[in-house]
């Protein structure tokens, strides 16, 4: 006689599989970045991603690894799209090549491979070259840049100088500059009211990247690959401090949808915070780890020297997660008391 299997086993879920639906996720967010930059994000998603795979089967075949099984898990291409969308979308090529050998030769696999990895491969990229390459890490497009796909590959290739209109700020970095040169004589409203770069909420188009992101979170997050924790912890953490300050003092401090919707706010909850290597793997624990890494981005990107930190807070969450999850272990079923 056949028996179905019973509702409590798991479902098999490959790490292939759950890399490609990570992917899948990323989609309408980077179909939103295209529409506001042009295709010049794709090139560097193709560049990332190719020099992903190669340094992930040079270090495999150093260290006696099968190449079939690994390059296929599909870990590399996340690492690298997360990389890709991170960098500013006319950085040039070797700049995010350089980025991504570091995220998978040194903060991969010197640490071990996939599973060892203490901290998320691409933040430690991004924060490598944000302290080595602050300037070129600064370069986003100016808002309206009208600049044909040919014009964006040879800026990236490095077959076309570098011009004025590459050296905008990001609403974030551009709202710091102009509250720190104000000295206090001009608000957060008077500069979201008459600044084209702010757009309605956060920024001139960005927001659409920002809620692309959150519609692939939410897909993960139906489909089980991600839970709700850390997510909703890190997005609480960041109100929570945003909101408060804002309404303490509201000329000069941007409101919460400011925060919520620029920036790598959402990338970084649904995205990077998830990690289940790098991140909390208990329930309160996840939940501790959202929240202090919410509470820290909003600390860096606003009175830090950097125009986001979401980077950042993740990196010094990483460093306690070991600790965290060992203080929020559920207690074992049936034993009374805390554990030792």
Known sequence: MMFAPAPYLLKDASVSLVMTQVCLALI??????????????????????????????????????????????????????????????????????????????????????????????????????????????????????????LDQLNVILGLAPRVDALSGATPLDAMKTALKLAEGQVDIAHLLANQDIYGNFAGRGWEWVAI???????????????????????????VLISGALWLYQPAS???????????????????????????????????????????????????GGFPDGVAFAVLLMNLSAPLIDQLTQPRIFGMKGKQS
């Open 253 to 303: 401090f941007a409101n919460p949808l400011f925060h919520l919707l620029s920036g790598g706010t959402l990338l970084g909850a649904f995205f990077i915070i998830t990690d289940p290597v790098s991140g909390c793997t208990t329930p309160r624990g996840k939940l501790i780890f959202g929240f202090c890494a919410g509470l820290l981005a909003y600390i860096i990107r606003v009175f």
């Open 28 to 149: 309408p967010g980077i179909a939103a970045y295209a529409w506001l930059v042009g295709p010049a994000i794709l090139v560097q998603l193709v560049i990332a991603s190719v020099t992903a795979i190669a340094a992930e089967a040079a270090m495999l075949k150093l260290r006696g690894k099968p190449l079939a099984m690994f390059l296929s898990d599909g870990s590399a291409i996340v690492t690298a799209w997360l990389i890709a969308l991170t960098f500013p979308p006319l950085a040039p090529w070797w700049l995010v090549v350089t980025g991504t050998l570091f995220a998978i030769v040194i903060a991969k696999h010197l640490y071990g491979g996939l599973g060892q990895n203490p901290f998320n491969p691409a933040m430690v990229a991004f924060a490598a070259c944000i302290v080595s390459f602050p300037a070129l890490m600064s370069q986003w497009p100016s808002v309206g840049l009208q600049m044909p796909f």
């Open 212 to 238: 692309g992101y959150l519609l692939g979170g939410l897909w993960l997050w139906q489909r089980k690959l991600i839970t709700w924790h850390a997510p909703l912890a890190f997005i609480g953490g960041m």
